[in-house]
């Protein structure tokens, strides 16, 4: 199926929580629901990308938006969804150069309310010539503890050839964290496949037909500027993502195949799809994509479409309870390799995003800081027949390679009694929890902890990696299919959800299967070295 590109209270967390259904229908209504966004008004700009919030904390946020041609963007956000009162917020010029996307920084906001906003396009030649609006609500992070927080976390979108289906409702499992309501959801990385070609047609296995929404974006490789940008369009042909985005903020990484896969800096491809062999080329195109097209505070895209300003990795603070620190494994990293070398200052962080982290680690002061990982620690991930793509090496004696700089940072937790961390991540296209601990690592000078995976949230599933021992983790709980790359036709997307609470400060992580199932649940207590 082929688409060219188209021309969101008993007590307050409860009631916040009850009255979003109106904001996500009227995103929706109007258009079908994988026919991709229509416009709204002929000769007028429109916003049927639909809208978007990122890295909200208790007193700002991101609104982004795309139009269909030049447009100035104006944000009006209020505390009831009638809009009875609204406070504007002037938005910047939308062109060319940015593929027609902006972002409008919201300041001064209430903490720990319910936010609705709506956006319109106006001709920047007459600003009385203006689009549909398009609206969309979140909560801004709570200024009192006792409030709670609660948010999701997957991965992988898009990936090994599965797009989005019409015949099974598209990327179903953003319909089901929406109706959870969540505060904000954590997108671990690969949020595209650059590199993932998309067929009209799969055949499965079992004879099934697999059909995917397909545009000329996905019909290659991505190496271009626009070839990029086709691909972050891609997933807004969701109804589900669209509706999603217009009710759920998000803070977003990247890992890999926002490039290509296990791309690192400075590599040179012997991949024969590519006419562009410079990773770093490639990677500074999808940088400059990725800022267009996601709300992040710390990245911005210049509108001469010329670079990516800022950095990946930050600290989005979410209230007393919770800080999030935003890793970049990617862009820092050295070169994937055996991982056995005795001295590696470089590692998967770079020297300077460590200190960095440790920094930011000591002076936070927050109950819980989640360490948001786009790779996971202990788990094994290949790359080709003697390289490695993570940290693990499968040498489960002393640390090594990339090993040493996760030493370094799990020591210093423990000597600078860092309570409350908790590794999240995705990548792995499994879900499973592990808990690592100093009496049954090599390396023993750090507190125990625990590293949840999920994911993926529309793509293949593959089976477990394996442990590697050096740190010492034990698989809790695991689940994997038998066979490599399961459709989500043949296999659960997964997900994970976190729910501090406010009173106890104790953290409950899930591990969730389509479907509404609860596959897996571990109570955390606060104050704890590691944990």
């Not at 997933?235 to 509706?243: E, K, S």
Request: aromatic share 10%.
């Amino acid at each position: 199926m082929s688409l060219s590109a188209p021309g969101p209270s008993p007590a307050r967390r409860t009631v916040l929580r009850g009255s979003l259904a109106a904001s996500a229908a009227a995103l929706t209504a109007g258009g079908g629901a994988f026919a991709g966004p229509a416009f709204a008004l002929s000769g007028r700009p429109s916003a049927a990308w639909g809208v978007q919030t990122g890295d909200v904390t208790a007193h700002s946020g991101l609104v982004w938006v795309r139009s269909d041609r030049p447009a100035r963007m104006v944000v009006e956000t209020s505390s009831t969804a009638s809009f009875r009162r609204v406070r504007r917020h002037h938005g910047p010029l939308l062109g060319p150069g940015s593929d027609f996307t902006g972002t409008t920084a919201l300041r001064g906001l209430p903490p720990g309310e319910q936010i609705h906003y709506r956006v319109t396009l106006a001709d920047p030649d007459d600003p009385r010539r203006t689009g549909e609006p398009v609206v969309g609500t979140f909560r801004t992070a709570p200024a009192r503890r006792r409030d709670g927080v609660r948010f999701l976390w997957s991965g992988d979108i898009a990936g090994q050839g599965w797009g989005i289906n019409p015949d099974i409702g598209g990327f179903r499992a953003y319909e089901e964290m929406r109706r959870l309501d969540p505060d904000f959801f954590l997108c671990s990385g690969d949020t595209i496949y650059a590199d993932g070609v998309i067929q009209p047609r799969v055949t499965l296995p079992d004879g099934r037909i697999w059909r995917n929404v397909t545009t000329p974006e996905k019909a290659k490789v991505a190496e271009t500027l626009d070839e990029y940008r086709g691909n972050f369009r891609y997933n807004l042909l969701d109804h589900n993502v669209r509706a999603f985005n217009a009710q759920v903020p998000s803070i977003v990484q990247w890992d890999d195949h926002e490039v290509r896969n296990n791309w690192y800096p400075g590599q040179i491809l012997d991949d024969p799809r590519y006419t562009e062999k410079d990773v770093d080329v490639l990677a500074a195109r999808a940088s400059r994509a990725f800022a267009e097209y996601f709300p992040v505070s710390s990245l911005h895209a210049r509108g001469d479409g010329t670079r990516t300003e800022g950095r990946m990795h930050r600290v989005v603070r979410y209230g007393p309870l919770l800080d999030v620190f935003v890793l970049d494994m990617r862009s820092y990293r050295n070169a994937n390799s055996p991982g056995r070398q005795a001295d590696d200052t470089t590692g998967i962080l770079g020297a300077e995003q460590l200190e960095w982290l440790k920094r930011e680690l000591a002076r936070s002061r927050a109950v819980w800081k989640v360490l948001a990982a786009d790779m996971p620690l202990g788990l094994v991930v290949p790359d080709g027949s003697t390289d490695f793509e993570a940290i693990a090496q499968g040498d489960p004696g002393a640390p090594l390679g990339r090993e040493l700089q996760i030493a370094e940072l799990l020591r210093f937790v423990k000597h600078r009694r860092i309570t409350g961390t908790v590794w999240l991540t995705a990548d792995v296209h499994h879900t499973s929890a592990q808990h690592y601990a100093p009496e049954r690592a090599a390396f023993q000078d750090f507190a125990p902890f625990w590293e949840f995976v999920s994911g993926p949230l529309a793509a293949g599933a593959f089976p477990a990696s394996r442990l590697d021992g050096t740190f010492g983790p034990e698989r809790v709980f695991v689940r994997a299919p038998e066979r490599a790359n399961l459709s989500p036709m043949e296999s659960p997307q997964y997900f994970g959800e976190v729910d501090i609470d406010g009173d106890s400060g104790e953290l409950t992580v899930r591990l969730r299967a389509g479907g509404g199932t609860v596959l897996f649940s571990k109570v955390l207590q606060p104050g704890l070295v590691g944990q």
